[in-house]
């Protein structure tokens, strides 16, 4: 009992980073670019930036599943 507290610990802690949002770019918040009409092109290159950032977060599920499992495994095994 005393080893799966840190593993389900670290756990947690590896899905709470995975799942933070990724910063891909600051916008401008009060400025005179904010007001002025922005690009169609630059639009869909922002949208385009945020669907990859997606995608990069999404494919750190698989190697901390990966671990997980693993560690699953190894503490199943080992209490047997």
């Keep these: 009992m ?6 389900i610990a670290a ?5 709470g980073l995975a799942l933070a949002p ?10 005179v670019q904010a ?6 092109a630059i639009q869909q290159a922002d949208a ?4 990859e950032a997606r995608r990069k977060r ?3 599920f698989f190697p901390i599943a990966v671990v997980g499992v693993t560690v699953a495994l190894i ?6």
Aim: aromatic share 4%.
């Design 75 to 80: 503490v199943i095994s080992r209490r047997k």
């Design 35 to 40: 007001t002025e009409s922005v690009h169609p």
């Design 11 to 15: 756990l947690v802690l590896a899905c």
């Design 48 to 51: 385009h930036r945020e669907k």
């Design 58 to 60: 999404y494919l750190l």
């Design 22 to 31: 990724v910063a891909t770019y600051a916008k401008p918040d009060n400025t």
């Design 2 to 7: 005393t080893l799966l507290r840190p593993v």
